[in-house]
């Protein structure tokens, strides 16, 4: 008896190990590949040659890249949305969640149906797309000529966060809310020194969910911002990729390195910050998913 | 709540008289003034309410507003003029969608049936993925083998769409006359899955491979994020059920039978209702990277359709009207997958 547990035992867990460390590595391997295929020289890349390790090494495909002003300036406007369009969404968000995990307010069932419905129906892309064009010439007629702030103010709000937040503040006992006015707090100092504090987590993950929507937005980002150089990475990028896949434009192509270098010098150079702070904010990203499943 | 004669009457003993009850005309008064207690209230509470605005304003400018636009889908589309002076036109668009015989509904159609077939795919192929690898992850008893992994399978969720599809782009691209073909067309052609003309020609050219790309490179991206809420179920399952299991006699498969699966069923359900509910509701994104006019039989959804004719072309109407059949209907689904995961688990997502 004890025999035949370990035996099934055994090849469970051998097939686990050989299962996971194959997925896992095929999660990994394009992003190898494609730092490889960076460094690799121009004959190598276009004939299939780089498998795993870069072959005839050479850097120019990123100096090409590094030399690029729209690159930094792509990259400069993506911190730009990414920052400010988190602050807006986060003092938004937490704001509405407050306010609506508060038992007194009155309508509170209409506020929460206002938020829920959207997450329940969208109208669409077309009517999304008038309705920008609509606040773009109004932003335009307020002096407002810079593309970005329509992205980072019209965009990237999301009922769900909103809701996340909700359920954290009405976690907090009120017990502890009723001493800070008694103390003679007003609404928004027990916001800011008792809620605020108390829900760090659960606000750290809500930011990074912002963060991480804007810094990954594309779509609208290309419709609204007619000018290329308020163009964000994501755009860049994309700009790039069916720029240099097109064979045609490509036909003059005389570089030691192959234009596929440049788009995988491209990836891997937005993917190295993420992959920085990626230690860091996994163990948020992880307790995002778990408050997913709430409770009304 | 039954009346009471003391709420409304209070025997005064020193006048000898019945008084009406204080906090009785205070209801009273609420009652028959209703809403100016409610701006009272508002009043007193102002700050609360203040907190509220700019959720509301954000809300209303950009989400509901656009739903005002949806009338376009009832009107005769005008580039110039604003929705509200175009001309009625009835539901000619949703008939020419639906019954109009011309290439215009066949290709919507086409569209909605690819929408649902890649949700539907997703379903079969993309949902099970994330409960094998948490059951695997389970298995590897080493902290350190077991966090690599993990972290290792949720990186390509932080990747952007763009770099995710660039990524796939590369790697699946056609050969020239001076290139060769991707690194993993090259692999699958060796391996003898693909003849060489099909994989030179470009696998993302060819409409056979759409769905296929499709629900991989959805499976490499989001599995190892989606076994998260399976994992975290799995470790929640008392250690003392498998001993019992196990002095009971019960082998591997026994255990994974009787302990694990009924120990994370309830997670499965609601996720598996959950999916069905927003089988109508994919990405757009995604496919309007990945696509292009070889494609189109298999991979055309109706977002892509919709920003094709409409953002594109300029039948913003007939376009509008496309995406809100099909967001209704999904609205539909979602409440009614909503409803069914309640009445099953306590649980529900909003």
């Known amino acids: 008896m004890k025999r035949k547990l370990e035996t099934s035992e055994m090849i469970f867990k051998v097939i686990s190990y050989t299962f996971l460390s194959i997925f896992a590595l095929a999660c990994l391997y394009p992003f190898l590949y494609a730092v490889s295929a960076s460094i690799s020289g121009g004959h190598a890349v276009d004939y299939g040659e780089v498998v795993l390790f870069p072959k005839d090494v050479q850097f120019e495909a990123f100096a090409r890249m590094f030399n690029d002003n729209m690159f930094w300036n792509a990259y400069s406007n993506t911190l730009f949305l990414t920052f400010y369009g ?3 969404a986060l003092f938004v968000a937490i704001l509405g969640g407050y306010a609506l995990s508060k038992k007194r307010l009155l309508f509170r069932r209409f506020f929460n149906f206002f ?35 329509l992205v980072v103010i019209a965009m990237g709000m999301a009922a769900m966060n909103i809701i996340l937040l909700r359920n954290a503040f009405e976690g907090v006992p009120s017990e502890i809310e009723e001493a800070a006015i008694v103390d ?21 993950t809500v930011a990074l969910f912002f963060a991480i929507s804007r810094w990954n937005g594309y779509f609208w980002a290309r419709q609204m911002i007619s000018n290329s150089n308020e163009h964000p990475l994501q755009v860049f990028i994309r700009l790039r990729l069916e720029e240099f896949t097109d064979p045609e434009a490509m036909t003059g192509w005389n570089e030691i390195y192959s234009s596929d270098s440049v788009i995988y010098a491209l990836i891997v150079c937005s993917i190295v910050p993420i992959l920085i702070i990626y230690p860091f904010i996994q163990k948020y990203f992880a307790k995002g998913v778990n408050a997913g499943g709430v409770k009304e | 709540m039954k009346a009471n004669a003391a709420d409304f009457l209070i025997y005064d003993e020193a006048a000898g008289v019945y008084r009406a009850n204080p906090e009785q005309l205070v209801r009273d008064d609420v009652e028959k003034h209703q809403w100016k207690h409610v701006a009272l209230t508002i009043a007193k509470d102002w700050r609360l309410y203040l907190m509220l605005v700019p959720m509301l304003l954000v809300f209303l400018f950009w989400r509901y507003l656009p739903m005002y636009e949806l009338l376009g889908c009832f009107k005769v589309s005008d580039e110039v003029k604003p929705v509200a002076d175009q001309l009625f036109s009835g539901f000619s668009y949703f008939k020419r969608l639906l019954v109009g015989g011309d290439s215009m509904s066949t290709e919507f159609w086409r569209a909605l049936r690819n929408t649902f077939l890649l949700s539907f795919y997703g379903l079969c192929f993309g949902f099970p993925m994330p409960i094998i690898l948490a059951l695997f992850f389970n298995e590897i008893r080493s902290n350190l083998v077991r966090s690599t992994c993990q972290v290792l ?11 995710m ?25 060796s391996l003898g899955l693909v003849s060489y003309d099909v994989a030179n020609a470009g696998l993302l050219n060819n409409p056979d491979f759409f769905r296929a790309i499709y629900q991989i490179s959805g499976i490499w991206e989001g599995a190892g994020y989606d076994s998260i809420v399976y994992f975290a179920a799995i470790i929640a399952i008392s250690p003392t059920s498998y001993e019992a299991a196990q002095i009971d006699g019960a082998g591997k498969m026994a255990q994974m039978r009787y302990v694990v699966l009924p120990g994370i069923l309830s997670t499965i359900v609601i ?3 959950t999916r069905i509910g927003s089988l109508l509701n994919i990405g757009y994104e995604k496919v309007l990277l990945l696509y292009n006019t070889n494609t189109y039989v298999t991979a055309d ?15 913003k109407g007939l376009a509008a009207a496309a995406e809100m059949m099909n967001n209704v209907i999904s609205m539909l689904l979602v409440i009614s997958a909503n409803t069914i995961a309640r009445k099953a688990s306590d649980t529900s997502l909003y």
Request: one cysteine or more.
């Open chain 1, 86 to 88: 988190t602050i807006w």
């Open chain 1, 115 to 149: 938020l829920v419905f959207t997450m329940l129906f969208s109208a669409g892309l077309v009517p999304q797309y008038l309705n920008y064009l609509d606040t773009k010439a109004v932003f335009n007629a307020m002096g407002i000529t810079d593309d970005k702030w």
């Open chain 1, 184 to 204: 003679g707090a007003t609404e928004f100092q027990v916001l800011k020194k008792v809620y605020i504090p108390m829900c760090k987590s659960t606000i750290a």
């Open chain 2, 153 to 163: 399978t949720y990186l390509p969720k932080f990747m952007s769409t763009v770099i």
């Open chain 2, 165 to 189: 599809t660039s990524l796939v782009t590369m790697l699946v691209k056609q050969g020239s006359l001076t290139t060769g073909m991707g690194i993993i067309s090259q692999a699958l052609h």
């Open chain 2, 271 to 273: 996720m598996l209702i």
């Open chain 2, 301 to 315: 959804v109706v977002s892509t359709f919709a920003q094709r004719y409409g953002l594109q072309g300029s039948q």
